[in-house]
């Protein structure tokens, strides 16, 4: 019986099927939460822990912050990765953010060393301070976004990475001259046809 629920659990994160007040990791034993807020229950099983909420989720938020996760799911109506969500998860290796991600907070992903995010969400308009500090496992990022999302400047975003970032090909200079993207010049290519 046992086999069956993994099994079921599986194909429902492949699906996209993380329920709508869960979050889904994988670690290599149960991680203690960094906070406990809104959090109902908390279990682990054969490297899957599963977090319930109160209610339904729109916002990470730091629950998971400097642990020894590998990989996390997130249910698809998650708009906001809250300010230091995943804060030196050094092991996170998350290759991508649920669709309707609009909000990128502060040290979000800092010292994800791992993280192997190929692109961001098509809706994603604000990315905070040191997001992707020292996020070295990144090759290069894709942002499909003519309007580039608003940066503040000097805020160390990208910094310790040196990947590309890739953006709509005539929005190229306007990224290039945008606040905070213009720390980044020549790090900012079209997109590749």
């Known amino acids: 019986m046992l086999q069956v629920v993994l099994r079921r659990r599986t194909n429902?994160?492949?699906?996209?099927?993380v329920p709508s007040n869960q979050i889904w990791y994988d670690a290599p034993s149960k991680v203690t939460l960094y906070s406990e807020t809104d959090v109902i229950s908390h279990t682990f099983r054969n490297g899957r822990g599963i977090i319930t909420f109160n209610n339904d989720i729109t916002e990470v938020k730091d629950w998971l912050r400097e642990?020894?996760?590998?990989?996390?799911?997130?249910?698809?109506?998650?708009?906001?990765?809250?300010?230091?969500?995943?804060?030196?998860?050094?092991?996170?290796?998350?290759?991508?953010?649920?669709?309707?991600?609009?909000?990128?907070?502060?040290?979000?992903?800092?010292?994800?060393?791992?993280?192997?995010?190929?692109?961001?969400?098509?809706?994603?308009?604000?990315?905070?301070s040191a997001a992707f500090f020292?996020?070295?496992?990144i090759?290069?990022?894709?942002?499909?976004?003519?309007?580039?999302?608003?940066?503040?400047?000097?805020?160390?975003?990208?910094?310790?990475?040196?990947?590309a970032i890739f953006v709509p090909a005539k929005s190229v200079n306007t990224y290039k001259n945008a606040t905070g993207w213009k720390e980044y010049p020549s790090r900012i290519w079209p997109i590749p046809k």
């Open 12 to 17: 429902a994160v492949k699906s996209g099927g």
């Open 67 to 128: 642990t020894q996760i590998t990989n996390v799911y997130l249910p698809k109506g998650i708009t906001k990765i809250g300010n230091n969500a995943f804060f030196e998860c050094f092991k996170l290796a998350l290759t991508s953010l649920p669709s309707g991600v609009t909000y990128i907070g502060d040290h979000s992903f800092t010292d994800c060393e791992k993280l192997a995010l190929t692109s961001l969400p098509s809706g994603v308009t604000y990315i905070g």
């Open 134 to 137: 020292r996020c070295v496992g």
């Open 139 to 163: 090759n290069g990022l894709t942002i499909p976004i003519e309007t580039p999302p608003t940066l503040k400047a000097y805020t160390v975003v990208f910094d310790g990475t040196y990947f």
